[in-house]
């Protein structure tokens, strides 16, 4: 992959033309309280498949969608008295909040890793503020880092790890916390995810409850599942060549299948089609055959999630 990056000024003008290339499904990274942003449209597969290319993300986590404050968030997720609570508290600022996912929110399936919840956060920082109100929609948003270093937190960092790789960066100078945003599920009893930027304290403080929270050998301390990762129903056999009587088939290149991840090959496209595809051939309740994807580029992240569909479950 490649793209020609231009560097924005972190003024009106700049906060407009990073919109503009959010818009046409461009990579834009912006700086945020805590550590600079790569951010994509985040209701474009295609665009949110690219922050994962350009990343050289080997695995499809799910991304946080950033949104300007409580009443873009509302649109995209079933908000609570809870949630609203702790958004009046504490956005913007460094707290993700993840709740159900609203019908039609549009957002993509990649966003969420194919969960029926997402994250959401209002960013405090006055530029990534500027970015989300010229834009006017969420904006799905990792660390502008490649996968594997450390997040940035000057423009210089992203500079030196994604040129060429991405349309723009955004210079807002140094980031001011430089630890991630504190993660909270809110789709069940509120559970702390992920300590960070915002104490939990102030949160217990907020709800005035104590959070649930993990144990170190990983389970939860209160009840309520949380799935972290989307698998499949049905089984998934991978390799596939052709489907096996009783199949469907998810084909990738030139091949007879029920849905095809890309005719042509292209590893964004597949990326792009992966969770809307193994949902829909999920729902014919079948055996999934899965053609082969080369493990190269995003055909990694793509053969990961794969992989892990097709583990026996305990
Ligand atoms: P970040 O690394 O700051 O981009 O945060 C992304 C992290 O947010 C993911 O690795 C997950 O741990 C968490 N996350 C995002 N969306 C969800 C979700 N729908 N359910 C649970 N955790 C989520
Ligand atoms: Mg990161």
Redesign the pocket.
């Known amino acids: 992959m490649s793209a020609d990056t231009v560097m924005l000024a972190a003024d009106q003008a700049g906060c407009d033309r990073a919109a503009e290339i959010l818009r046409a499904g461009g990579l834009v990274a912006f700086p945020t309280e805590t550590v600079y942003g790569l951010g994509a449209d985040a209701c474009s597969d295609h665009a949110v498949a690219r922050i994962f290319e350009a990343k050289d993300r080997p695995r499809f986590?799910?991304?946080?969608a950033h949104v300007e404050g409580a009443e873009m968030a509302a649109r995209l997720v079933r908000w609570t008295d809870t949630a609203d609570a702790l958004a009046g508290a504490f956005w913007p600022g460094p707290l993700?909040l993840?709740l159900p996912l609203a019908e039609g929110a549009g957002v993509s399936s990649l966003v969420?890793a194919g969960?029926s919840?997402?994250?959401v956060r209002a960013p405090a920082h006055p530029v990534a503020q500027a970015v989300l109100g010229a834009f006017g929609g969420p904006v799905a948003a990792?660390?502008a880092n490649r996968s594997g270093r450390i997040s940035p937190t000057t423009a210089a960092h992203v500079r030196a790890g994604l040129w060429g790789r991405i349309e723009a960066i955004v210079d807002g100078g140094a980031c001011g916390v430089g630890v991630?945003?504190t993660?909270i599920?809110l789709t069940d009893r509120p559970t702390l995810?992920?300590p960070g930027g915002l104490p939990a304290e102030a949160i217990d403080a907020a709800l005035g409850q104590p959070l649930a929270r993990h144990r170190s050998d990983g389970t939860l301390t209160a009840p309520g599942q949380m799935q972290?990762h989307y698998a499949p129903g049905a089984a998934v056999r991978l390799n596939a060549s052709a489907p096996r009587p009783g199949e469907v088939m998810l084909g990738f290149g030139r091949v007879d299948c029920d849905l095809n991840l890309s005719p042509s090959g292209d590893l964004t496209e597949a990326a792009a089609n992966l969770f809307s595809h193994l949902h829909s051939l999920d729902a014919t309740g079948r055996q999934i055959a899965v053609s082969p994807i080369p493990e190269t580029g995003l055909g990694r992240a793509i053969n990961d999630r794969l992989r892990r569909a097709a583990a026996p479950r305990g």
Not at 61 to 64: D, V, W
């Open positions: 986590n799910p991304l946080i993700t993840v969420t969960l919840s997402l994250a990792p660390s991630e945003s993660i599920d995810l992920r972290s």
